[in-house]
């Protein structure tokens, strides 16, 4: 098996290693089990009792010998399925926890600009624009795309819009040239929707809804920003005004 799915789910690559080993040697002593899984004698018996904690391994005593074995596979989805619940309770408890968070913030009107770096991370901001917004509400684009150097790019968005049209949150949007007719079915829905000249193309995505623009660079790497301002938001419903005039439909 690929041993990055067992890294996934949370095992580190030594915890991997030692237990596939374990798959393939069966009951075994450590000595044995350090030289097929190439971790250190000094390191693995820490890593035996994390992957025992996890209910990957279990050992017996023979003759005042401590052997380890695998436990069956069946147990990784026992593993997960444990994982599985303790990230929903902690995400219950943090859900209880965010409105004293957010007193926390302070309510001054200042202009303030966040860096994001990374999809996931753009991702995450994009998604919470949607947490922000209440049904009816709406938000602008500029320069929608999808960035083909960025891995799940149009699969991103294509959710992104099932969940911004199931919230009934409403799109005004100016999309590259390249865009159209190429488009994911679901933006369209409670979507207006128009085409910048080829002329006015570019590798920036802009959002701005409230008192929010989010500014995202697009690249192997992309890179967002994030202005409270609402200033700002002003000034770039003015740009929209004016490109959405020489648009096409």
Do not use: C
């Amino acid at each position: 098996m690929n041993p990055k799915l067992l890294e996934n789910i949370g095992l580190t690559e030594a915890e991997t290693r030692v237990y596939l080993s374990l798959i393939e040697l069966g009951s075994t002593k450590t000595g044995i089990l350090s030289t097929k899984s190439k971790v250190s004698y000094s390191k693995i018996y820490k890593i035996l009792y994390r992957l025992e904690q996890k209910g990957l391994v279990g050992h017996i005593i023979k003759g005042k010998v401590k052997y380890f074995k695998a436990m069956k596979p069946k147990a990784i989805l026992d593993y997960i399925d444990e994982k599985t619940k303790k990230l929903e309770f902690q995400r219950k408890e943090i859900e209880k926890s965010l409105p004293e968070i957010e007193k926390l913030i302070p309510s001054d009107s200042t202009p303030e600009s966040v860096t994001y770096n990374g999809f996931k991370a753009i991702k995450n901001l994009l998604l919470g624009m949607l947490d922000e917004l209440n049904q009816n509400e709406s938000y602008h684009v500029m320069g929608a795309m999808y960035e083909k150097d960025v891995l799940g790019s149009r699969p991103f968005f294509r959710l992104f819009h099932s969940k911004r049209a199931k919230k009934k949150i409403k799109v005004k949007m100016l999309a590259n040239f390249d865009t159209k007719g190429n488009i994911e079915p679901e933006t369209f829905k409670l979507a207006v929707i128009r085409y910048l000249p080829k002329y006015l193309m570019t590798n920036m995505h802009i959002f701005f809804y409230n008192d929010t623009v989010i500014l995202i660079l697009w690249m192997k790497d992309p890179i967002a920003f994030s202005i409270k301002s609402k200033g700002a938001v002003e000034s770039f419903k003015k740009y929209f005004d004016t490109f959405w005039k020489i648009a096409n439909k």
